[in-house]
């Protein structure tokens, strides 16, 4: 699932080319992506206008003209692929087997601009969502989201008090939504191992200095992650389809069996709340 640095790569990318272009076409291949009235969703988007384009925890926000907002999703597999004459801006879950052509079986929303440019919503497994609000409901959306790292609001008393009395994992902690927004199991992953922490810890027994090391990883790996365009994460700006990936840089995911860059010991994974947890056991207490 793209997560904070995903997103905000995403967000980045195609706020240099939707804004301020007339949508003069919309299509939904499956309603059901559709979280919100389905005849609304045409009548606000045909001839509309995105403005701006934001983003709270892994929810991407359009503004548009007119005083609503265009919510989008991308879940465990979604993309969106913006495509023009000049090339083509993608981002989100790369999907073995997806072809590059557009739109493909997966394109199940299409916006048409007003230049003949095009931007798809892709989803394979059909998770992600497209939804449209005002005002009072996005305020209510975004209130239900934790606080935000590399934001002004990412301070550490904030976070210190997060994980106070908590039976939880900390690994579980750093991936509640509405406790921080943003965080993944890829990232948590990274960010604990960087930290020098267990995974499985009780939030509630870690140490302030311990506290300090988990604040200080997470900002550094997300910031290093944002900088190398994420992990999950395509990227092709022209037809030579050049990758900017944070996948060489992981330290722990996705490299179970394998061994510790810092001590040479065997990477090990287990299960946290359901979700596969890779650490080292010499390098994380
Ligand atoms: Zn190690």
New binding site residues.
Partial sequence: MPELPEVETIKNDLKKVILDKKIIGVKVGKKKIIKSDYGDFLRILKGGVFQDISRVGKLIILRLKGGNYLLIHLKMTGQLVYSSKRGCVKGGHEVRGMSDELPNKYSHVIFKFIDSSALYFNDMRQFGYLKIVGEDELKTIKSKFGIEPLSGNFKFEDFRNIFKNRSAAVKSVLMNQRLIAGIGNIYADEIL?KAGIKPDRAAGSLEEHELKKIFKAAESVLKQAIKYRGTTFANYVDSRGKKGNFTKFLKVYGREGKK??????I?EKIKISGRGTRY?????K
Avoid: E, M, V
């Fill in positions: 191992f510790c860059f810092k001590c040479g010991g990477i080292c056991s010499r390098c994380q």
